[in-house]
């Protein structure tokens, strides 16, 4: 594998990392309890879910980024020793660190369905948006534990 197509996937798989990590802990610690304070109700369940459409694009792109780029990570880290061969500790790392992102997945596909359809019903917009911050929240300690992951994986 050539050191630029290594370079270039490192550069847009940690590009990603910033989007999607990044789009999470904002939210959790800066905007929602901005907009918590200065919109109520259905305003602010109208606000979130235009937040939640608009990153839309970009969580998607970083996805679709994750898995191209992460393949081609893999495949050129001399510590991979095939699929499902889980016989030394970077191996491990790397399950882990999947099984997490799968879960974040799922909190995402929770949040797209579940709860952004709640937050634009004025009647259940005010229940929606703890449940949005809470799923919002989640979403971001995954997010950390899948980057200290990803360090443990470098060192090993």
Same mark, same amino acid.
């Given at each position: 594998?050539?050191?630029?197509?290594?370079?270039?996937?490192?550069?847009?798989?940690?590009?990603?990392? *910033?989007?999607?990590?990044?789009? &999470?802990?904002?939210?959790?610690?800066? &905007?929602?309890?901005?907009?918590?304070?200065?919109?109520?109700?259905?305003?602010?369940?109208?606000?979130?879910?235009?937040?939640?459409?608009?990153?839309?694009? +970009?969580?998607?792109?970083?996805?679709?980024?994750?898995?191209?780029?992460?393949?081609?990570?893999?495949?050129?880290?001399?510590? &991979?020793?095939?699929?499902?061969? +889980?016989?030394?500790?970077?191996? *491990?790392?790397?399950?882990?660190?999947?099984?997490?992102?799968? *879960?974040?997945? @799922?909190?995402?596909? &929770?949040?797209?369905?579940?709860?952004?359809?709640? /937050?634009?019903?004025?009647?259940?917009?005010?229940?929606?948006? @703890?449940?949005?911050?809470?799923?919002?929240?989640?979403?971001?300690?995954?997010?950390?534990?899948?980057?200290? /992951?990803?360090?443990?994986?470098?060192?090993?």
């Amino acid at each position: 594998m050539t050191t630029f197509l290594l370079a270039v996937s490192i550069w847009l798989h940690a590009l990603a990392t *910033v989007v999607l990590i990044g789009q &999470y802990t904002l939210l959790s610690l800066i &905007y929602l309890p901005v907009f918590a304070q200065q919109l109520k109700g259905s305003t602010l369940g109208a606000m979130l879910d235009g937040v939640a459409g608009r990153a839309r694009f +970009f969580i998607f792109g970083a996805l679709g980024l994750f898995i191209v780029t992460g393949v081609v990570l893999m495949f050129g880290d001399a510590n &991979y020793t095939g699929f499902g061969d +889980f016989g030394n500790a970077w191996s *491990v790392v790397m399950l882990a660190k999947h099984v997490l992102v799968l *879960v974040m997945i @799922g909190i995402g596909v &929770y949040i797209d369905r579940g709860i952004l359809t709640r /937050l634009a019903e004025p009647s259940t917009a005010e229940a929606a948006t @703890g449940s949005f911050r809470r799923a919002v929240s989640a979403m971001m300690i995954c997010g950390l534990v899948v980057l200290l /992951l990803t360090a443990v994986a470098q060192v090993l």
